[in-house]
């Protein structure tokens, strides 16, 4: 369960997106940080191989596009059509993506998101949190070892949150996940990286040393740091958005 990004350059409408930007994870929760506009979306569709780029990216030893078959997406927006069912939009997807057993797959996503007995559910009639735990079964049911979420706390209520953290605590375990957020505020017993992105890498390391305010300053304009017993509590302004 790896990723190595190296010498990554991507280039969008005439502009550099990502630049040179190296890294590699294992079996571990890594957050992805940096203010809007930094290449985090890019990043992760550059992995996908959605978006043409410079360099090199391998996925469990897989540098070429058949990489794309052993990572799981969640993006920011999860679409859907409004009468599909909670087992239709996972094993549809597993279908497409042409796994040998699309139902046992299905069953096993769904169970290990705690959603099986809601399976014949519309998806339209789920909360926010149950939406994003339904993505992120549809994510597994491919049976990738990389597991890349784009902003899946985004719109999700307190409890839908805290259901999506503990979900997180156990798909860890045995996988590397790759989690985009605008928010630094983050249990200390989830993530073992942070990876904060402005174009460039600014830092890549153990949230001690990156969530720091003589780090974030680099990218953020306004930066407050806090360490409690439960995690970093952080509170950023971009440069982009003045008082």
């Keep these: ?50 978006v043409p780029y410079r360099g090199e990216i391998c996925v469990e030893g897989i540098c070429d596009e058949k990489r794309a078959a052993r990572v799981g997406y969640v993006p920011q927006r999860v679409e859907f059509e409004a009468s599909i069912t909670v087992w239709e939009y996972v094993y549809l997807a597993a ?79 045995d996988r590397t996940i790759l989690m985009t957020s605008h928010e630094l505020t983050m249990p200390s017993d989830l993530t073992d990286k942070v990876l904060l992105l402005n174009k460039r890498l600014i830092a890549y390391g153990p949230p001690d040393e990156v969530l720091r305010e003589e780090v974030l300053s680099k990218v953020y304009r306004y930066v407050r740091v806090a360490k409690t017993p439960m995690g970093y509590v952080c509170v950023t302004e971009d440069y982009a958005h003045p008082h």
């Design 1 to 50: 369960m790896s990723l190595v990004v190296k010498n990554l350059w991507v280039f969008r409408g005439g502009r550099t997106v990502v630049e040179d930007v190296s890294f590699s994870t294992g079996r571990e929760f890594v957050l992805v940080a940096g203010p809007n506009g930094a290449g985090k979306t890019t990043l992760f569709l550059a992995v996908l191989g959605l």
């Design 95 to 173: 279908r497409f993506r042409g796994v040998r057993d699309a139902e046992k797959a299905t069953e096993e996503a769904l169970k290990a998101v705690e959603l099986y007995n809601l399976r014949d559910k519309p998806v339209a009639a789920l909360s926010g949190g149950q939406r994003q735990r339904a993505a992120i079964a549809r994510a597994l049911a491919v049976d990738g070892g990389v597991l890349l979420l784009d902003e899946p706390l985004a719109n999700v209520d307190p409890q839908g949150r805290l259901e999506l953290m503990s979900l997180l605590r156990e798909l860890k375990k």
